[in-house]
């Protein structure tokens, strides 16, 4: 009876953690039929429509994207699982509404997987319900907008992280149990395939969650078994998606920063300091409890990725919020000495409750703000009306990419980044895109940025930048076939005004569309000069010294680290003297096709390189400078197509082995057994 009453309080107050929640996530805006918009959120829900009415008609999850940075690899270096969760929730619901309740799913989800994982340590009631109310203080939290798994975040783009790492905490919980009761392997494999496909740091809490097993020195061997088969059966699942993930490493642009902290308070801010003050209380008063060893373990461990994660090729940040939630949270455990004398305790979380949303409306100042700003969505702007004449005109100009100037104005339409959605709302490439990773063009475009716009975000800090400088930019724009060019500054407007090449197309109200005079928007063209085949060391980094440098652009190199030449400064220039060209090309989703009448000369495809382009009409496709692809014909048709590589075919066939050991351990065998069981008690038998 007691227990069910103990249930009953906390599904009662789970029930209005969810609430309190909607009360700022309100469903007058979460089920409007508008496309959500706000920082990187704007840019996700055009990949959701993507892998819906492209990717999974074609039977793939992971695909090519033509529209963004000269085309890219789509979760092949990002995370699907939401984006699946999105469409098949699209099937019952509008895709808009779909993409709505994904997107808050992390936030609503961490309550719950805190108190699951409590529930899981054996803590007795009322310490789990404690630990889900402990959780609104980080979720709530508006010192940062970018570290991950809080609102703010959330709001501006971590959707993955924040799903990824509500379920790392269930995890701790499930492993736990597991371990400890020899019982739920199949699930706890399950889930490391979830946390894999939701996000690369939930992937690595879930390892450093495991190694903490392997310290019990009676019971390791027992505890590597399990961890091996649970492990082993997550990454198998995980297979088809890790294999291809590892091979195409060499084609991503890294991204390693180390993040300068202050002061310890940008960690814990004024709202997290009650839950920090109990949390270092519980810490004392049991410290000899096992579980609090568990806790210590991951948060320890945290911090020292926190350290490393520059020095292996890892942002460091991202391992902050889950020290944070460690902090807010392990202070429901401080009743745990007191739990057995505690009398009415069936009030304590209500009580609880309302300090917690006190505390938490009194430290919230711009969420709700935020909320009403990204899910009234695009359509809800005042300025909706200029961005779609700019996208409809764009729809009727092309051929080529779009090229625009980076500036936070653009937020007027519902975020900065608004145009790195012309591919969905204008049915145009463009350069710039979210998944700026996954390209090796990336660097040539932001340099690209840098000189056409008057705000430079310059995201790689590996690399150097320009300023504002459109004559110089024009070379670079007419390599990455652009078209046209969208100014809102003053100063860029002055320049492109006074910039030969550039002609005034188009304006519209604050914004001005420029025509590049030299540019035809061809996506194949033949070379002037025979290109030259390049030994380096880095690659990526001389063809960015290639690029930066005008006189070089007409004689593009060829990766070779066997080849003669390996110094800019000596490049041969050999003209290529050729008939008028007739190419004739046709751009698909994941294919482009030509006709040529010249066999054997090199033609560039002003496309991103990646080795899982195949090229039918010629013998190979080579990594030219700065980023492209480029083929010898050796007939008239030339077909490239993204296909898949021997990585893809062995990950998906380590899938496929783990789906069959999956389904036999947990549903073929148990039945099996349990025929056998009933028809030995049958009489006669």
Same mark, same amino acid.
């Given at each position: ?9 906390? %599904?009662? =107050?789970?029930? @209005?953690?969810?609430?309190?929640? +909607?009360? &700022?996530?309100?469903? $007058? *805006?979460? !089920? ?72 808050? %799913?992390? =936030?609503?989800? @961490?309550?719950?997987?805190?108190? +699951?994982? &409590?529930?899981?340590? $054996? *803590?007795? !009631? ?560």
């Amino acid at each position: 009876m007691e227990n069910r009453r103990d249930y009953l309080v906390d %599904l009662t =107050v789970l029930g @209005l953690i969810a609430l309190f929640l +909607l009360s &700022f996530f309100e469903p $007058r *805006y979460l !089920f409007s039929l508008t496309t959500t918009t706000g920082g990187d959120t704007g840019s996700h829900y055009p990949t959701a429509v993507y892998l819906k009415e492209v990717l999974l008609p074609q039977g793939k999850i992971m695909g090519w994207v033509m529209g963004n940075y000269a085309g890219f690899p789509l979760f092949y270096h990002y995370f699907p699982l939401p984006f699946l969760l999105m469409v098949l929730l699209s099937f019952a619901l509008p895709m808009q509404i779909a993409f709505k309740l994904v997107s808050v %799913l992390g =936030v609503f989800l @961490l309550p719950l997987s805190c108190y +699951l994982a &409590f529930r899981l340590l $054996r *803590y007795p !009631f009322p310490i789990p319900i404690g630990g889900a109310l402990f959780t609104l203080p980080f979720l709530f939290l508006e010192a940062n907008s970018m570290w991950g798994a809080n609102i703010p975040s959330t709001l501006a783009g971590e959707i993955s992280y924040g799903i990824g790492i509500s379920l790392a905490f269930l995890f701790m919980g499930t492993l736990y149990a597991g371990l400890t009761e020899k019982k739920w392997l199949l699930l706890n494999g399950f889930l490391v395939f979830l946390l894999g496909l939701s996000h690369g740091y939930s992937l690595i809490f879930a390892a450093v969650t495991g190694s903490y097993f392997l310290f019990n020195r009676i019971a390791w061997r027992e505890n590597l078994w399990y961890l091996f088969r649970a492990y082993g059966l997550g990454f198998l699942l995980l297979a088809f998606w890790l294999f291809p993930f590892i091979a195409t490493l060499p084609y991503v642009t890294e991204y390693v920063t180390a993040w300068y902290i202050k002061s310890v308070w940008e960690v814990f801010p004024r709202i997290l300091i009650p839950g920090l003050a109990l949390s270092l209380t519980a810490l004392f008063l049991n410290l000899f409890d096992r579980r609090t060893w568990y806790f210590l373990y991951n948060v320890a461990f945290c911090l020292l990725l926190y350290y490393l994660g520059p020095r292996v090729g890892v942002l460091d940040i991202r391992f902050i919020p889950i020290l944070q939630i460690f902090a807010a949270v392990y202070g429901a455990t401080a009743l745990l000495v007191f739990v057995g004398k505690l009398r009415g305790k069936e009030t304590l979380p209500f009580i609880v409750f309302l300090v917690v949303i006190l505390w938490v409306a009194g430290n919230t100042t711009f969420i709700k703000g935020w909320i009403a700003w990204n899910y009234s969505g695009f359509e809800g702007k005042n300025d909706w009306p200029l961005f779609q004449q700019i996208n409809a005109h764009l729809r009727d100009t092309g051929p080529g990419r779009v090229v625009y100037e980076h500036s936070p104005l653009h937020n007027t339409f519902g975020t900065e980044r608004a145009f790195e959605s012309l591919p969905y709302f204008a049915g145009r490439d463009t350069l710039e895109g979210l998944y700026m990773q996954s390209s090796p063009s990336s660097p040539f475009i932001f340099y690209i940025q840098s000189e056409v716009s008057r705000v430079c975000s310059g995201p790689f800090p590996q690399y150097h930048y320009s300023s504002l400088n459109l004559p110089a930019a024009l070379p670079g724009l007419k390599l990455f076939n652009v078209t046209q060019y969208i100014v809102r500054s003053p100063e860029a407007k002055k320049m492109a005004a006074a910039t030969p090449g550039l002609k005034l197309e188009r304006s519209f109200g604050d914004y001005q569309i420029y025509r590049l005079t030299g540019s035809d928007g061809r996506y194949v063209v033949p070379l002037d000069y025979q290109p030259v085949y390049f030994a380096t060391t880095d690659w990526k980094r001389t063809f960015y010294d290639w690029f930066r440098d005008p006189d070089l652009l007409a004689v593009p190199l060829i990766y070779d680290p066997q080849a003669a030449v390996n110094d800019l400064a000596v490049l041969p220039r050999q003209p290529l003297p050729h008939a008028r060209p007739v190419i004739r090309e046709k751009i698909g989703a994941e294919e482009i096709s030509f006709d040529t009448n010249l066999i054997g000369h090199p033609h560039l495809i002003k496309l991103s390189y990646h080795p899982n382009w195949q090229v039918e009409g010629a013998k190979r496709i080579h990594l030219v400078s700065p980023s492209f692809m480029l083929v010898y014909p050796d007939r008239n048709h030339v077909r490239l197509y993204f296909g898949k590589t021997a990585f893809n075919y062995i990950g998906e066939g380590l899938t496929l082995a783990g789906l069959l050991i999956w389904l036999i351990s947990g549903i073929i065998y148990p039945a099996y057994v349990r025929k056998t069981q009933a028809l030995a008690g049958r009489p006669g038998l």
